[in-house]
C-alpha cells in the first residue's frame, strides 16, 4: 500500500554509528505504526524498533540504549539512529508500515506490517 524506501546502510566498524532513514511515498505515513526489522543470514526476521504516529516507541532489548527510533514527519520520514555497534548487529534491516492508522502502540510481529521496503545492509566489522 505504502512504497518504503530504506537508505543509510553500509559498512562501519564495532563501537561506529549509523543512521538509517526509511521514506514513503505518500502522506498517510505520518499516521501509521512504522518498525523497523533485521535479518541476518541463517535467521528469522527480528523486530529491532518501532514508533506510532505520536511518537510512541518500542525497543528490542538487545538494542535498547543503543539505538534511537524517531520520525521526521516534514521528510516523511522515520529514522534509526544506531550507536555503539556491534558484530552481532550485521544484517539487512528492513522498515515496515501498518496498514492503519493512529494505532497506540508498536506490533513486534512481521504480519501486523503490510508495507515493507527493500532493505539496506548493515554490517559491523571488529
Known amino acids: 500500500q505504502v512504497q518504503l524506501v530504506e537508505s543509510g546502510g553500509g559498512l562501519v566498524q564495532a563501537g561506529g554509528s549509523l543512521g538509517l532513514s526509511c521514506a514513503a511515498s505518500?502522506?498517510?505515513?505520518?499516521?501509521?505504526?512504522v518498525g523497523w526489522f533485521r535479518q541476518a543470514p541463517g535467521k528469522g526476521r527480528e523486530f529491532v524498533a518501532g514508533i506510532t504516529w505520536k511518537s510512541r516507541t518500542t525497543y528490542a532489548e538487545s538494542v535498547k540504549g543503543r539505538f534511537t527510533i524517531s520520525r521526521d514527519n516534514a521528510k516523511n520520514a522515520v529514522l534509526l539512529q544506531m550507536n555503539s555497534l556491534i558484530p552481532e548487529d550485521t544484517a539487512v534491516y528492513y522498515c515496515?508500515?501498518?496498514?492503519?492508522?493512529?494505532?497506540?502502540?508498536?506490533?513486534?510481529?512481521?504480519?501486523?506490517?503490510?508495507?515493507w521496503g527493500q532493505g539496506t545492509q548493515v554490517t559491523v566489522s571488529s
Open positions: 505518500e502522506r498517510t505515513f505520518s499516521s501509521r505504526t
Open positions: 515496515a508500515a501498518g496498514g492503519g492508522a493512529y494505532s497506540p502502540l508498536v506490533s513486534t510481529f512481521p504480519n501486523d506490517f503490510p508495507s
